[in-house]
């Protein structure tokens, strides 16, 4: 069977509790907001955010954009239930979803282009979920079946709680550490990583410690701090898949649907920008268009000048007063920081509930 369309999607649920960055624009009162694409799940719920007039969407990947024009069209065409069924989210994860699904792709208002790809696609795949369809997903559905392996029945005991300090004695006393660690230190490294995902390009990591301290660390911070069964990465690496509505990430909770859904049907009309963002934002049409800049993880793959001058090249974009979120990845990017001041502290009482647990944030603000 040919993967002509599936195999462009690098992401499709996501990797990212977007509910932080959701908390960090209301903090803002953010107003004109510039984020990286993605599948969509880091920037819509956003929206929820009454602040927002304007979201432009980044990606040098089409099939990404075009993921998110797919979220865009189901967010106005469906309720919150048929939201959670076309994407197989908790409860509707369990059964055969293909006759509704397609009777809902019908409904959307989409361009011809996006229609036939994701026509291709869903036909590929026998109109299942697209939502563990992205390279990254899939990884992490492939490490799962080696923690589950390992771990056996132990592996649901985790996801038993109901209160964090209960999780964090059993983790840190009970949890087979043994074998847990063992599972980090084999498969949480860069030729890991680099055979199953990012053929070479994965991070050069220059956070101090090992890879295998820096997942460590991640997890125990991710365990000590969140509720497992609310953690959308925990129930991916543990089961290969959301198994309960417990840990569906914050798209599919119905208060941020219902809110997105408004400001898409009466506020915002999303922009899709095509193309490297630093080549991008820096053109004369961005002068001083944005005042919130959500740059995912992209600048830890940056290196040599783009890395250097990073901040300086998206100085222009921003509004004085205008802040840059990064969500740093293995590496913090060695950028000046002329021009900037570095606000990170102001929100670090969010960054141990996100639940995902990999990223260190920074937010820089133009002065
Ligand atoms: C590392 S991923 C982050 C995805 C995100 N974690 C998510 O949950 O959707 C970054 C996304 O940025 C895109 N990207 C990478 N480098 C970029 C660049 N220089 N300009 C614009 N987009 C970029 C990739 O195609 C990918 O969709």
């Known amino acids: ?191 890991v990583f680099n055979a199953l995902l990012y053929k070479g390009d994965f991070i050069k990591k220059n956070v101090p410690g090992t890879h295998f301290q820096y997942y460590k660390e991640s997890f125990e911070n991710l365990f000590a701090n969140n509720l497992a069964r609310e953690s959308f990465f925990a129930h991916l690496c543990f089961f290969g898949k959301i198994i309960h509505s417990d840990g569906n990430p914050i798209e599919a909770v119905e208060e941020n649907f219902l809110k997105v859904k408004e400001s898409l049907q009466s506020v915002v009309k999303p922009n899709y920008i095509e193309g490297n963002l630093l080549e991008k934002l820096s053109e004369d049409f961005y002068t001083e268009s944005f005042d919130y800049l959500g740059l995912s993880d992209v600048p830890s793959y940056l290196s040599g000048p783009d890395e250097k001058n990073l901040l300086n090249n998206l100085n222009q974009c921003l509004k004085k007063g205008g802040v840059i979120c990064l969500r740093n990845y293995l590496r913090v990017p060695e950028t000046k920081t002329g021009g900037f001041e570095d606000i990170t502290g102001e929100f670090s009482d969010l960054f141990l509930y996100e639940k995902v647990g990999v990223y260190r944030f920074q937010l820089f603000k133009k002065i």
């Open 1 to 191: 069977m040919t993967q002509k369309y599936f195999s462009q999607l690098n992401y499709t649920l996501g990797n990212e509790d977007t509910a932080i960055d959701i908390e960090i624009v209301r903090r803002l009162k953010s107003e004109s907001i510039f984020n990286v694409a993605g599948c969509g799940s880091r920037s819509f719920p956003l929206l929820a955010n009454d602040s927002i007039k304007h979201l432009s969407m980044g990606d040098v990947s089409p099939y990404q954009l075009a993921l998110c024009r797919l979220r865009e069209a189901l967010y106005k065409e469906c309720n919150f239930q048929e939201f959670l069924l076309f994407f197989d989210f908790p409860p509707y994860h369990g059964q055969d979803n293909r006759r509704k699904r397609k009777e809902i792709f019908t409904r959307l208002i989409l361009n011809e282009s996006d229609r036939s790809f994701f026509r291709g696609l869903f036909n590929e795949i026998n109109w299942g979920s697209l939502l563990y369809l992205g390279k990254w997903e899939k990884t992490f559905q492939k490490l799962s079946l080696a923690l589950q392996t390992l771990l056996g029945k132990e592996k649901e005991t985790l996801f038993n709680f109901d209160y964090v300090d209960e999780q964090r004695n059993y983790f840190f006393n009970r949890f087979p550490q043994k074998k847990w660690k063992a599972l980090l230190f084999v498969l949480g490294n860069k030729s």
